[in-house]
């Protein structure tokens, strides 16, 4: 309580001194009831998210935003010594209205909407979303071509913490850490036709050993126009060690830590707002994790395929500009195991939820 009482008390101070800052406090609760397998397992109410958050400006060309999430813990990770509950910690830079520079702890410039949209309106992630560390520290310079073109270019921390925290079981045997865990990512974001549709693409090279690269490919393909909402994400990344940990965990963490792995997630969403006060979306994701090329234990093949259906119902009571919105969602997923996986006696069960939520981004100052 001392901690969240001293960094309200410093906003507060650079509020004071900001230009028109603004202070937002994110939060999304529901009651849910979970099944395994169709068998009802319990119902418990539960915050899902809760994030407090300030941006502004200090002059002319000069901005900043912070944002912090109560869900994670305090504790400062040993690579960028910051907290992991600490999203975003960032200063921008606007010389002139072509150019942005921004440093400190910010979004990787990842593509795909689920991965770009705010996260309290994402009631259940793809695996491939879970997995990516979204927030790391480090330096980006973004050119605007014009009010409805941008490229930016990116460099981050691949992650946070120690190689024992990013493989739970140890670097396979041979690798070594490298000594410049850096990611690079360039992202194009452009608006066409009468801004109804926005093409979101990225690129990503990052080294996750000494010698052993990680690649990532992601777009999001965004169609908004009237009640009619859509999008259609493509994800795809290749490693050469198991970064993802998805392949490795499928038997509890019993496993080596896997080499050679590859994961591609397909999301599609459709959204129709029937009035100002109401809203309904469906929403499915594929998603397969293979191995490319033989190593240790692992044979080349495909081991996991994931399909998540999703259905969901909104209310606005206060239109929905206003950012009050009460929702019923239901959330099945279901996983095949295939012989490769089986073989190491791995067991994922389908699971089903259904949630009666409320989600509201409260404007404090």
Known sequence: MKKILLMLTMFSAVCALAQKPQVTLDLETSANAYFTENEFDQMAFKVNRLRFGVQGGL?????????????????????????????LAKLTWSPNEKLDFSAGKMFVQHAGYENYVNVILVREFTDFNSCIEVYQTGIQGTYHFNPLHQLTFQVTNNMAGTWGELYPS??????????????????????????????MYSTSLSQVAKGKNMFYFMCGNVYENGPVFAYLDVLYTRAAVDKFQRITSLAGGMLPTAQNTEYLTL??????QFTP????????????????????????????????????????????????????????????????????NAGLPDIQRLSLGLTYSIPVL
């Open 170 to 199: 140890g670097l396979p045997a041979g690798v070594e850490p490298t000594k410049v865990p850096f990611m690079g990512t360039v992202n194009w974001d452009g608006y066409f036709a009468d801004k109804t549709v926005r093409l």
């Open 277 to 344: 006060y109401w809203n309904a979306y469906v929403k499915g994701a594929y998603e397969t994790a293979n191995v490319y090329k033989a190593n240790g234990l692992y044979a080349k093949g495909h081991y996991l395929t994931t399909w998540n259906a999703q259905a969901c119902l909104e209310w606005y009571p206060l239109t929905r500009e206003k950012g009050l919105k009460v929702y019923l969602h239901y959330l099945y997923k279901t996983n095949k195991l295939h012989d490769r996986a089986l073989a190491f």
């Open 59 to 87: 002059g002319d060309n000069l901005s900043y935003h912070f944002r912090t999430t109560y869900h994670k813990s305090s504790e400062p990770f040993s690579l960028d010594n910051m907290s992991g509950a600490i999203e």
């Open 267 to 272: 999301i599609a969403d459709f959204e129709y």
